[in-house]
């Protein structure tokens, strides 16, 4: 294949979302591009995850907050595939602490999902090409707010936690002792300021730190 036939390739898209009515009107908006094409679509990260190494995609489109992995998660996965993917993240969050973890996590652009699909699809296309495509508004924002101050496990355990699980239970899950769990509680606590771990949960949610 020659260069100039590469060239004229339509960009292959993964879609990762769980709303089965969007991911199908999102697929349906990009497939009308004539250099875009949609090659498969996920409902969780984890299936996301496992056709993304099957097809080997250009650009991987993704929501956030899905089931068996995150977006965030699928996009820190994606940085270390043996094949060159763009992550874009799509969501309704206008969190500058998402948009710091996604950048960090590799991704390559992060659009609100209400924005016109025109912009989506330009995205594409800037993600493709090694550009950034992000709302510039957003941008500013993140690295003018607080940095995120927990550590990976701190956040691994106070999702948990926000989610009602008991000590034993985060402790069995990621086999830990519930001595150390309750180490990392105190610590999520005391950083975010919080009167417990609910509280600590919902402010690192709100700042878009979980």
């Known amino acids: 294949m020659t260069a100039a036939q590469r060239s004229s390739d339509p960009i292959r898209v993964l879609l990762a979302e769980d709303q089965t009515m969007l991911r199908g009107a999102l697929a349906a908006l990009l497939d009308l591009e004539p250099d875009i094409t949609v090659i498969a679509q996920a409902a969780n990260g984890r299936e996301a995850l496992k056709l993304a190494r099957l097809h080997a995609p250009?650009?991987?489109?993704?929501?956030?907050?899905?089931?068996?992995?995150?977006?965030?998660?699928?996009?820190?996965?994606?940085?270390?595939?043996?094949?060159?993917?763009?992550?874009?993240?799509?969501?309704?969050?206008?969190?500058?602490?998402?948009l710091r973890r996604a950048l960090e996590a590799g991704a390559r652009g992060y659009l609100l999902k209400d924005r016109p699909a025109s912009e989506l699809a330009e995205a594409v296309r800037r993600a493709h090409s090694g550009l950034r495509a992000i709302d510039p508004d957003l941008a500013a924002e993140a690295w003018s707010s607080d940095a995120d101050p927990l550590s990976d496990r701190e956040r691994q355990i106070l999702i948990r936690a926000g989610e009602g699980r008991s000590t034993a239970e985060i402790a069995g899950e990621l086999h830990l002792s519930e001595g150390t769990v309750r180490n990392y509680l105190s610590e999520a606590i005391a950083k975010l300021g919080a009167a417990n771990r609910t509280d600590a949960a919902r402010i690192a949610r709100a700042r878009g730190w979980l």
């Open 58 to 98: 250009d650009v991987v489109i993704t929501d956030i907050e899905m089931p068996d992995r995150t977006g965030l998660e699928l996009a820190d996965d994606l940085k270390g595939a043996a094949f060159s993917c763009h992550v874009i993240i799509l969501t309704t969050f206008a969190r500058p602490g998402y």
